[in-house]
């Protein structure tokens, strides 16, 4: 095999759910360790995949394995384990026998999660990086923010009562095709997440509060030391959703509603605040919260990823404005 590869292949050419997938149907395995400090996850293999039975063996995988050895080393495929949530080659042929590479279809996404969550399961990674928007989705579901405004995150993947720490990053493809200028995003992640597998770097923790007395005391020590000038401000981020895909961004929406609000005060903790959060227990006091989360809002000055949004969406659905704009990064990745 290719990489002196040590993980066991679950079937070896063709795959046996043979349901939805495209004509030829041959799997293409993980390659990697077989206990993986970071699993990495595509969308589909392309063509050269196809003919190499190997993940990322093509022009974006050059690119994916040279980040990955830049920060990881030449001996990163005892470390490291590429696969894609969607295993053979999706795509269409011509008369003449060529083939046209496709993204896959939502079907077969769903098809192939089978192996994914047995590969998940198997391999045990430290950290599980899908690559864009289509592996996020196959892992993590729908409704996140796109791939740009979440890559670099540390998410939470819950699988059979395990929890993995996953970090999106951008694919490599998007970065080949835009010259190579983001190449240095995937490499900070890529270190981010190396870092962390081998215990020097920052794991950051999001902790959900929905006790309204945990979040008053909260809020109360955080206005007590802005008032003091120990706080001069706090890093505010509202979650939203709409039942249409992509109303979530619109506010004119009819059904777009606040789920609720991120906040922290430091890079390595962060609050979420569930407001309106669609699988919220009738016994959460949502009104309780949102007063508590307003006071913050209200007292202490904000730095914002995308502050028109925010402010358009407190001011409308919930009647305030900030204390204070001290910086908006969106404004500054501009
Ligand atoms: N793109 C992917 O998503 N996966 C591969 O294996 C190759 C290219």
Known sequence: LPDGSHVQCFFERSCPLLKVCTPTHVYIPPRGSSHPRILFY?????????????????????????????VVGPDYMDHVTFSNTVRCFPHEQSSYGKKYGRTPTDEEILEC???????????????IMPLGNV??????GEGLPGITRLRGR??????????????????????????????????ADVKQAWEIATGTGVRRVTYTITDPDELC????????????GILPWFVWDLETAAEKKGGGLRPDDPTFFIIGASVARSGTEGYFIPTQHPDLPDTVDSIALRSHLLRLYTTVPTVMQNAKFDVKCTREFWGVEPAALVHDTM????
């Open 42 to 70: 595509g969308e589909s293999p392309g063509g050269e995949e196809d003919d190499g039975n190997s993940p990322f063996v093509g022009r974006s995988g050059r690119l994916l394995r040279s980040v990955v050895e830049e």
């Open 113 to 127: 999660s089978y192996y994914t969550t047995q590969e998940i399961e198997t391999l045990n990674p430290d950290i």
């Open 135 to 140: 592996a996020v989705r196959a892992l993590l």
């Open 154 to 187: 540390q998410l939470t993947l819950r699988q059979n009562e395990k929890e993995y720490l996953t970090i999106p990053s951008l694919h490599p493809s998007y970065i080949v095709r835009g010259g190579g200028k983001d190449r240095a995003q995937l490499v």
């Open 217 to 228: 005391a909260l809020v109360d020590t955080w206005i007590a030391d802005y008032k003091a």
């Open 331 to 334: 404004l500054s990745s501009y």
